[in-house]
């Protein structure tokens, strides 16, 4: 049963993030998601990574796991298979999404799972003191880690294969809340790149996201079922970031039950875990 306020979402732990931590953003925007969708806490579970972002799963209430860092979208896709009935929602951090879970994000990406990802990014490790992330800004990259050319985000989610791709702001917690909702209501792999600020570490990245005028995007005239025209979107370099949704498509998810299987299927749980895998090699 789902709860009618954002409050009941929140559990009564308190929250470790330093002050002005963009991440209080995102938890905001994601419970009052949740009391607007009526999601029930019994039948959704979010599986985090590690970092500081992944901290969120201990002050929502939801079932929640806990995962290495870069493994969290695998364990989400395996909380799936085994019960197809729950909501399945994956949060973490850039350096979780676009490094050590690159590899991970391409495949679940063109395999379309019915998952939803939100990716906290703030260009930087938090977690560990600030190393630069994948995303973090090319002067930020080339005075700390040398010269590197910073991942777009968005572009690598359309062209991996994800049908529902968007971009927000965690201190827009409005438009941020419409573009989870919208994000949960979408049948297929949905990510949402939630630009974030790190007052701790990465200062200067900061400034430059502390309340800028950001680019939103016109759902009513760009064509966000067009795949192309959504990649010239996502890579046409602005000054100022584009927040909003960059592609929307219907594709069919992986199925997520062995053909045949019932309630009146009473074999082995690792005999159905084996067939499932079975059916999603390539």
């Known amino acids: 049963m789902g709860l009618k306020y954002r409050t009941e979402y929140r559990t009564d732990r308190k929250v470790t993030w330093c002050p002005g931590c963009g991440d209080f953003g995102v938890l905001d925007a994601l419970c009052d998601a949740f009391s607007r969708t009526g999601l029930d806490p019994a039948q959704t579970v979010l599986v985090t990574g590690n970092g500081c972002s992944s901290m ?9 796991m806990h995962g290495l860092h870069g493994r969290a979208l695998p364990m989400a896709w395996g909380v799936k298979l085994a019960n197809p009935s729950l909501k399945v929602i994956v949060a973490g951090g850039d350096g979780d999404a676009f490094a050590v879970g690159a590899g ?79 994000a949960l209501n979408h049948r297929g792999f949905a990510v949402v790149n939630i630009l974030s600020s790190c007052p701790t570490f990465n200062r200067q990245d900061e400034a430059s996201l502390n309340r800028p005028e950001f680019l939103y995007i016109e ?64």
């Open 104 to 182: 991970h994000l391409v495949h679940i990406a063109r395999r379309n799972p019915d998952l939803t990802y939100l990716i906290m990014d703030n260009g930087c490790y938090g977690l560990t003191r600030g190393q630069p992330s994948p995303t973090a800004r090319r002067q930020i990259m080339a005075g700390e880690n040398g010269v590197g050319q910073p991942i777009n985000p968005v572009a690598l989610l359309i062209t991996a294969g994800a049908t529902f791709v968007a971009q927000g702001y965690s201190e827009d917690p409005k438009s941020l809340r419409l573009l989870i909702q919208e």
């Open 219 to 282: 759902t009513t005239s760009h064509p966000v079922h067009d795949r192309l025209e959504a990649l010239r979107l996502a890579m046409t370099e602005e000054d100022r970031p584009r927040v909003g949704v960059f592609y929307r498509k219907k594709r069919g998810v992986p199925d997520e039950r062995p053909k045949g299987a019932g309630s009146e299927d009473r074999r082995d749980d690792l005999t159905r875990l084996g067939e499932m895998m079975d059916e999603l090699r390539p």
């Open 56 to 64: 969120i799963g201990f002050f929502v209430k939801t079932y929640a």
